[in-house]
């Protein structure tokens, strides 16, 4: 993970909770993390939540997929805070634990877990070997990891395309292939690996997220974030969706089970 540079400041969070859901930094909501999870079963599990964000991913993953106890990670200050306080005002407050962490390994023993998730936070670790042999690691045999991320379709040099939107992002994005995902994951030693493209599912999503920015509801958008604020981030989703419509950015759900 990334240093604490404060990427997903209050008003960053605030777009995003405004677009996605409160409590959701990227998109789909519940519905999203339910697909991810399909077919799995996290009933009485001790779960990590990598890049926890602002919790709302991780207040479901107890609430309304059964796990016995969450553990929701970030690198940044201000999301944990904000995670904590959802979670406190949920009243999950013994059922999960927000902890801050440094970037680098995962700072748990070995086989700490029943099951390792992450909702498009990965992309935000440029080692994506390491961190799969983290996440086995601090698995128990048996374990399940399953996550959803951003990918990039090759990995070769991106485009023109993908720089651009890159660089209007402005995140510390480390994109990396379906290829070297399987492979990293694999390679640690997953078996049951699997990889599913998303990439049409946010395609078309992500032109309605640009109509309700630009049109619909850019009113409600301007009242929380203001209006250049906004702006900047309606060009970003235009770069985005571009490289969505030619397949470079792909999102993905990735899964792989530690026998």
Not at 32 to 37: D, G, P
Not at 48 to 68: E, H, N, P, Q, Y
Not at 106 to 111: G, I, R, S, T, V
Not at 174 to 198: H, I, K
Request: aromatic share 8%; with cysteine; net charge negative.
């Amino acid at each position: 993970m990334s240093a604490d540079t404060n990427h997903y400041d209050a008003q960053m969070t605030g777009l995003l909770q405004e677009l996605w859901g409160e409590g959701y930094l990227s998109p789909g909501g519940p519905e999203e993390v339910a697909r991810v999870l399909e077919g799995l079963d996290l009933s009485g599990m001790s779960v990590l939540d990598i890049g926890c964000g602002s919790g709302g991913v991780t207040l479901a993953l107890v609430r309304d997929f059964g796990a016995g106890h969450v553990t929701g990670i970030d690198v940044e200050t201000g999301v944990c805070a904000e995670a904590s306080a959802r979670i406190s005002d949920a009243g999950f407050e013994d059922s999960v634990t927000i902890r801050k962490v440094a970037p680098g390994p995962l700072p748990f023993e070995a086989a700490s877990f029943d099951f390792v998730f992450s909702k498009d936070a990965i992309i935000h670790i440029p080692d994506k070997e390491a961190l799969a042999r983290d996440a086995f690691r601090v698995l128990k045999p048996g374990g399940w990891f399953a996550a959803s991320d951003w990918l990039i379709s090759h990995d070769e040099t991106p485009s023109a395309e993908m720089t651009a939107y890159l660089k209007a992002e402005g995140l510390d994005f480390g994109m990396a292939s379906p290829v070297r995902y399987e492979a990293a994951l694999r390679d640690a030693g997953f078996t049951d690996v699997r990889t599913v493209n998303r990439n049409a599912w946010y395609a078309a999503k992500a032109r309605a997220e640009l109509d309700e920015l630009e049109n619909s509801r850019r009113a409600d958008f301007i009242a929380r974030v203001g209006e250049d604020f906004l702006n900047d981030n309606v060009i970003t989703w235009r770069a985005m969706l571009h490289v969505l419509e030619t397949g470079e950015h792909c999102p993905h759900h990735l899964r792989g089970r530690k026998p």
